[in-house]
């Protein structure tokens, strides 16, 4: 079954650092997300990209967050300089339909630790 | 501002129990609105999921029950097992934007 992957699994950074995390979507998917999951809370969404550029974006997506999708395959999110509320789980999320029976398959997340 | 609210937090049932979790929402632009189960340190899977043209979708042991009219829906896990322990998340999408409820741990004791 195609699945979306996600490294790493576990990253743990200095406060200020830059983080990147990483995603490969499932093949055939058009539309990429990134949600996070803050530690026993509800997961959030945080920004869609569509045909190489932000559909939409939450409030918590701010400049310091971007997303890329340097090639055909990895759908990248970066935080700039990460603060300690950063810690979180970052799931990826990819559906080949963005409305009706939108079906997102999520990867297993990236935790993000910031110290 | 809390869009889907989700209730209880959390559950606990013994085996070939019924856990049912309850979920609102406001935002009438909603148009399709999926139930996840998470494990731990697991991504969100989605389980069912139904559309607001339809009142009530089974498959297998889960079944969700829409009304469309009050706003709300519900998920049911029939014969509940001991896998079934997890915590599940209501969602409801606008144009690929998923708004999760807080999620319900459920806990099926043997």
């Known amino acids: 079954e195609p699945e979306v992957t996600q490294t790493p699994s576990h990253q743990v950074t200095q406060m200020g650092q830059e983080v990147i995390l990483r995603c490969v979507p499932i093949?055939?998917?058009?539309?990429f997300y990134w949600y996070r999951q803050i530690l026993g809370q509800k997961v959030e969404f945080l920004v869609s990209f569509y045909n190489n550029e932000i559909s939409e974006k939450s409030e918590i997506f701010d400049d310091q967050f971007s997303v890329e999708r340097p090639d055909g395959s990895n759908f990248t999110l970066k935080i700039r300089s990460t603060k300690l509320e950063d810690s979180a789980m970052y799931f990826c999320a990819s559906s080949d339909n963005h409305s009706g029976a939108n079906v997102l398959t999520f990867g297993a997340g990236s935790r993000l630790t910031v110290l | 501002q809390q869009q889907v609210k989700q209730s209880p937090q959390s559950l606990i049932v013994q085996k070939g129990g019924i856990p049912i979790i309850n979920c609102a929402y406001e935002n009438t632009a909603f148009d399709y609105f999926p139930w996840y189960q998470q494990f731990p340190g697991k991504g969100p899977a989605l389980l069912i999921a139904?559309?607001?043209?339809?009142s009530e979708k089974k498959e297998g042991r889960f079944t969700i029950s829409f009304n469309k009219s009050a706003k709300q829906f519900s998920l049911h896990i029939m014969d509940s097992q001991p896998g079934d322990s997890a915590t599940y998340f209501c969602a409801a999408n606008s144009w690929g934007k998923l708004q999760f409820g807080a999620g319900t741990q459920v806990v099926v004791t043997p």
């Open positions: 139904i559309r607001p043209d339809v």
């Open positions: 093949s055939n998917h058009l539309y």
